[in-house]
């Protein structure tokens, strides 16, 4: 049975993404001149909590912004988006998290973060919405806030039973205890290779990383691949489903669209299997637009895709 109001709590980052387009990405030391410039609150945990508020879900966002201008405006758009910021903290300790993003004519970004306040969120901050998680269809986290934080977040989820899904993203070391915590694990392809060491090249080489993860203990792993689709693969088997065909506008927030959508899936009582294709489509349509979460799909959008895409 489906949940009519899904209820989602989100632990990750906040940033403030300054985008810039062009051509083409420049090579190390090489100047060019860009297109638009754009400015969009972002951050993985910010985008997938404002993916899944955009698909109807209540959103519990646990996160730390700083005490600047870009906090504010941050602040400002969750409430504008119905991000639930009772757990959206601010701090003088360090300023709002910033990410300068290059995106191309064909979409490919390059993107680098200056975490900021994200590294300042603690598992006391985590355990003060410890409520909100245990009651939630489904817990999300990545990794642009500190490792310890995100433990505490995953232990109190499973305590509770509460579906856990991490998005290990950007790629770093996770410990045994950490994976075996994870119910639903979505790399993509650089960072299963980055946590297995297989390197992924192809749909065979991609689901023997995949099995590798769940002999770490994760309980299913779908592993995006890009414009190509993705893959899951658990116990009770695997399945590759092909990415929507859609003109690409800027792939920023793809795997955040995805990790957000497959969340509230969950949350309303969908299987594994159609809520990854359910976030298979919120993916495919947030790429379309320009910036982060200006770009994640409304349930009104998402559904008239999909009839036509079935048409």
Request: proline share 5%.
């Amino acid at each position: 049975m489906k949940r009519d109001v899904p209820t989602i709590a989100v632990v990750g980052s906040s940033n403030m993404d300054l985008v810039v387009k062009s051509k083409r990405i420049p090579a190390i030391g090489e100047t060019i001149l860009g297109g638009d410039f754009i400015m969009a609150p972002g951050g993985k945990g910010a985008n997938q909590a404002v993916a899944a508020a955009k698909l109807g879900a209540q959103v519990f966002f646990i996160a730390k912004l700083g005490e600047d201008i870009f906090g504010s405006q941050s602040l400002n758009n969750f409430e504008k988006e119905g991000v639930n910021t009772k757990y959206v903290l601010q701090t003088k300790e360090s300023p709002s998290g910033v990410a300068l993003i290059m995106v191309d004519d064909d979409g490919n970004n390059l993107i680098v973060v200056a975490p900021g306040a994200n590294q300042n969120l603690s598992p006391e901050d985590v355990k003060e919405a410890g409520t909100e998680i245990a009651s939630s269809g489904a817990l999300v986290a990545q990794l642009e806030v500190p490792i310890e934080t995100i433990e505490c977040a995953a232990g109190l989820a499973n305590k509770s039973n509460v579906p856990f899904i991490l998005d290990p993203a950007p790629a770093q070391k996770l410990s045994p205890q950490l994976l075996k915590m994870v119910d639903v694990l979505t790399p993509n392809e650089t960072e299963a290779q980055f946590l297995t060491g297989v390197e992924v090249k192809d749909r065979e080489s991609a689901s023997a990383a995949a099995h590798k993860l769940l002999e770490f203990g994760v309980k299913t792993v779908i592993l995006t691949m890009g414009a190509s689709g993705y893959l899951t693969v658990s116990n009770e088997g695997t399945e590759f489903v092909p990415a929507r065909k859609v003109k690409a506008a800027d792939s920023t927030a793809a795997g955040d669209a995805f990790t957000g959508s497959l969340a509230v899936g969950l949350a309303q009582g969908r299987t594994l299997s159609d809520a990854a294709l359910f976030a298979n489509s919120v993916a495919a349509l947030s790429v379309t637009k320009m910036g982060a979460q200006p770009s994640m799909p409304t349930v009104q959008e998402v559904e008239a895709f999909i009839s036509k895409m079935e048409q």
